[in-house]
Structures are given as structure tokens and as C-alpha cells.
């Protein structure tokens, strides 16, 4: 059973760039059994995807954070990571990481991180 | 606006059956990608529901179920439960985005 933990600062000052880690447990991010992304959720609103990658081939973002974010992945370490720059108070959110099959099942989500943008 | 389409809330006294839709567009549901569902109770995480437009993952109750047709998707639930009230998601993977869309969630409310 894989096993997913955000961490991160929980506080992030306006303008400047969030970043948070998940670390993986009960599997290898390397394996090829799974996407690997991330997902976030203001508070009182709805899921919105984030990006994801996959062992081969590049990483995949939503078209309205592009030109913001970055997915890295360390192997070594069994992480992968979420930089999101220039970041605003509608950046605050809880932020999940997320692990999923092809087919969707299984789909293994963290506890999620709140993260707070302040001005 | 999300690329799946939910109403924003629905109810049914206990032991009703309930449905929540979701309705996408020819770059999603409509060109043929599943529909999956999520069920999120009140502070926790996400839990998946239901996969692949209408099977459910090992321990889901099969009061819950799934179906999709064209470009619309459905989530049931019979025997409603007080433990149902939850927020549910419906999820699909949307060509325009290269990448997951989410609707915009419902509030199901046990009356």
C-alpha cells in the first residue's frame, strides 16, 4: 500500500514561491505503477488539478498555473516536489499529493498541507 | 468554471435514492474517457468512490453506483445513510487541459 506525506511551510508570503515535497512510502516512484501529481483545494471550494508526472515523459500541468509551477521528482529519495511561483492569496489551499494507477484504481491520496499565502 | 458540470447540492431523507449528475463536453466524457467519482466527508481526504464510470474500489458498499452515457455521468445512491452527507466529485481526463478535470463538487445533505 503506498503511503504519501506532504511537507512544506505552511506560511508563504505574497510574491514569493511555495514549495512542498511528498514523500513516498510502500512504493517506488520509479516503478511505473503509478502517475504521480498533485492536487489542491481552497478552503470551502472544490478540487483542482495541479499536474502530474509519469516515470517516462514530461510533466503535464493545468494550462491556468503553467507558467507557474514545476513537478521535480528525486528517486534517490523516493519524493516528488510542487514550486509554485509569484504566489497570491488565491494560491491558499490545502494541497494534496496523489498517486494513481492507470486505470484510477487503486488511487492513493496524502493527508494534505494547508498552505497559507500572506501579504 | 470547471469542464464537468455538477449540481451544487442535492438531498433525500434516509433510506432514499439519490443521484448526482455530471456533464462534460466532446473534449472529456463525450470523446470517451471514464468518469470516477470522489467522496469527501467533512475534513478529510478525498476517498474514491467509484472508477472506470461504474465499478467500485474493495470496501465501497454497493449502495453506491455509477453510470455514463455520451457525455453525461451519474452517481447513486440507494439506502441513504446520515454517514452519506459528504461533498462528491465527479473526475474525468479532459483533452483541452491534457489532464485531469474535476467538477465542481456536490453537497449531498441527509435530510
Known amino acids: 500500500q503506498v503511503q504519501l506525506q506532504e511537507s512544506g511551510p505552511g506560511l508563504v508570503k505574497a510574491s514569493q514561491t511555495l514549495s512542498l515535497t511528498c514523500t513516498v512510502s510502500g512504493g517506488s516512484i520509479s516503478s511505473g505503477d503509478y502517475y504521480w501529481g498533485w492536487i489542491r483545494q481552497p478552503a470551502g471550494k472544490g478540487l483542482e488539478w495541479i499536474g502530474r508526472?509519469?516515470?517516462?515523459?514530461?510533466?503535464k500541468y493545468s494550462p491556468s498555473l503553467k507558467s507557474r509551477v514545476t513537478i521535480s521528482v528525486d528517486t534517490s529519495k523516493n519524493q516528488f516536489s510542487l514550486k509554485l511561483s509569484s504566489v497570491t492569496a488565491a494560491d491558499t489551499a490545502v494541497y494534496y499529493c496523489?498517486?494513481?494507477?492507470?486505470?484510477?484504481?487503486?488511487?492513493?491520496w496524502g493527508q494534505g498541507t494547508l498552505v497559507t499565502v500572506s501579504s | 468554471q470547471s469542464a464537468l458540470t455538477q449540481p451544487p447540492s442535492v438531498s433525500g431523507a434516509p433510506g432514499q435514492r439519490v443521484t448526482i449528475s455530471c456533464t462534460g463536453s466532446?473534449?472529456?466524457?463525450?470523446?470517451?474517457?471514464?468518469v470516477h467519482w470522489y467522496q469527501q466527508l467533512p475534513g478529510a481526504v478525498p476517498k474514491l468512490l467509484i472508477y472506470?464510470?461504474?465499478n467500485r474500489p474493495s470496501g465501497v458498499p454497493d449502495r453506491f453506483s455509477g453510470s455514463k452515457s455520451g457525455t453525461s455521468a451519474s452517481l447513486a445512491i440507494t439506502g441513504l445513510q446520515a454517514e452519506d452527507e459528504a461533498d462528491y466529485y465527479c473526475?474525468?481526463?479532459?483533452?483541452?487541459?491534457?489532464?485531469?478535470?474535476f467538477g465542481g463538487g456536490t453537497k449531498l445533505t441527509v435530510l
Open positions: 473526475q474525468s481526463y479532459d483533452t483541452s487541459l491534457s489532464g485531469v478535470a
Open positions: 508526472f509519469y516515470t517516462s515523459g514530461s510533466a
Open positions: 496523489r498517486a494513481y494507477s492507470s486505470r484510477w484504481y487503486p488511487d492513493y
Open positions: 466532446s473534449s472529456n466524457t463525450g470523446a470517451g474517457y471514464d
Open positions: 472506470g464510470n461504474n
